[in-house]
């Protein structure tokens, strides 16, 4: 590390070519991104240089049009994090190493490698079919809201938004039912620290490695058996690390994109509104999430191939870019585009789901969408008179600036039995109409 004794408190460290940077850990950091992006885009321009844990020296990319050049331009920055010209500074407990750790899987793989397992990745999940998607997920969301739909009360982060994906990702990977719930315990454990996350990690790494053989023996139309039968010949090791980087890389986003957008539905009277017959607006709610509270904020990264100038900065071969897809979608320069027209319908030109060959693979925004909305509109018409518990500036923000994601969403709602739930139609029918035939 550069310095055991630093402290977010002592004076930031100049690093040759990386003069004045701003620290970005530490307690206060997170507290109102927003501004921060605003005072480093003031201060620096489209490109900050910054500190990551334990002063480790990086860019922030700032800029819309620096994010769409550099994710846009693999052969100039590159993913494989083996080029990082800073790893005799990086410990193995590093906090960032899960995103930096150089893996066998399609997130580090660059070029016609890349193309072909992102390629595979892509063909197995446009597989899935939509209808029977929104099904699994319904079924999802109203197995956890019968779970505390009694109680009158219900914290829908982690009762709900947090758990929907991977409840839902396991049902489209064909993993038997008996062995969901056990999944379930092992990742939120593997996100903790310590021998008891290892132990964690290694048995969802082996259930994988059971589900894919077990596949290869009997294969169905799920998501591992498509990979096990595409062209692209993957092996067995290939297919179950890039079903664990499908995994992670659902859960969490499409978990906060569903907890951001119930709280900004909640929060704002524009959609509360509408909120009993609101399905309209939850189209607009999920993008406008996507606009201004985005679940990847910044994300690890880019390495600069060669020595480069990016926004006026000197960038050296090596050097590692954040990419600031929150800042680089409040761009001044991307206002007149952001939110041209109220309305359902989405503008898609945020950065959001990243850009270019890396950026999250076709279709999975698309599904990732279905169940994100199908959440949504699931609670909400479940849990008709569903309300904030708390005031809106009682909500606390995660402190992170990788997540955007809230700590709780507590509401009340009227207790229901299940009994009295009218079954949810996802056509959008209305059940009255057909209440005489
Ligand atoms: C069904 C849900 C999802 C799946 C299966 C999925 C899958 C993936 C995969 C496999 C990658 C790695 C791509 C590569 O390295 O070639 C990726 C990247 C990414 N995804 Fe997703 N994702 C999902 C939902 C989301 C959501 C909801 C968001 C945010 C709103 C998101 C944002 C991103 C971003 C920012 C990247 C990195 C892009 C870059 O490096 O340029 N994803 N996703």
Redesign the pocket.
């Known amino acids: 590390m550069t310095d055991s004794t630093t402290t977010p408190d002592s004076a930031p460290p100049d690093h040759p070519g990386h003069s004045r940077p701003v620290r970005l850990y530490g307690p206060r950091i997170a507290k109102d991104p927003d501004a921060l992006y605003a005072a480093l885009r003031r201060e620096y321009g489209p490109v900050a240089p910054v500190l990551l844990d334990g002063d480790v020296p990086a860019w922030l990319v700032l800029g819309y049009r620096e994010v769409t050049h550099v ?1 846009g331009n693999p052969r100039l920055f590159a ?1 494989d994090c083996r080029r990082w010209n800073m790893w005799e500074l990086i410990p193995d407990d590093w906090p960032l190493m899960p995103y930096v750790g150089w893996t066998p899987s ?2 580090f793989a660059e070029g016609a490698e ?1 193309r072909r397992r ?1 390629g595979a ?1 892509g063909d197995a ?1 446009d597989a899935v079919d939509r209808t029977e998607l929104t099904n699994i997920c319904v079924a999802a969301a109203d197995r956890l809201i019968t779970a505390f739909s009694a109680e009158g009360c219900a914290d829908l982060v982690e009762q709900y938004a947090l758990r929907i ?1 991977l409840q839902v990702i396991a049902r489209i990977f064909g993993m038997p039912e008996d062995e969901i719930p056990e999944l379930v315990r092992d990742i939120a454990e593997s996100l903790d620290v310590g021998e008891k996350a290892m132990a964690a990690h290694r048995r969802v790494h082996a259930r994988m490695a059971r589900l894919v053989h077990d596949k290869s023996l009997r294969p169905g139309l799920d998501v591992p058996s498509q990979l096990l039968r595409h062209p692209a010949n993957l092996t067995q090791e290939e297919i179950v690390i890039d079903l664990l ?2 995994m992670a ?2 859960q969490q ?2 978990g906060n ?1 569903i907890g951001n957008t119930l709280r900004l539905m909640l929060v704002d009277e524009r959609y509360s509104v509408t909120l009993q017959g609101g399905r309209a607006s939850t189209k607009e709610a999920l993008s406008e999430v ?1 606009w201004e509270t ?3 904020q910044n ?1 690890i990264g880019r390495w600069a191939v060669h020595d480069c100038v990016l926004g006026d900065q000197p960038i050296a071969g090596g050097d590692l870019l954040v ?1 600031g ?1 929150a800042a680089a979608n409040n761009d001044p320069v991307v206002s007149p585009v952001r939110r041209p027209a109220e309305g359902p319908e989405a503008n898609r030109a945020h950065v ?10 076709f279709p ?2 698309e ?2 969408e279905v ?1 994100a909305r199908t959440s949504v509109d699931v609670l909400l018409d479940r849990l008709p008179d569903v309300d904030l518990a708390v005031r809106p500036d009682e909500l606390r923000w995660r402190p992170s600036l990788w997540m955007r994601g809230l700590f709780a969403l507590p509401v009340r709602f009227s207790p229901a039995a299940l009994d009295d739930l009218v079954p949810f139609d996802p056509t959008g029918a209305d059940p009255d109409d057909d209440a005489d035939d």
């Open positions: 994710t993913r399609v997130m890349h992102a990745i999940l994906p980087v499908v890389a659902a986003p499409t994109w996507l985005t679940p990847t994300f990419l897809f959001s789901f990243g850009h270019g060959e890396h950026g999250c693979p999975a925004p599904l990732a169940i």
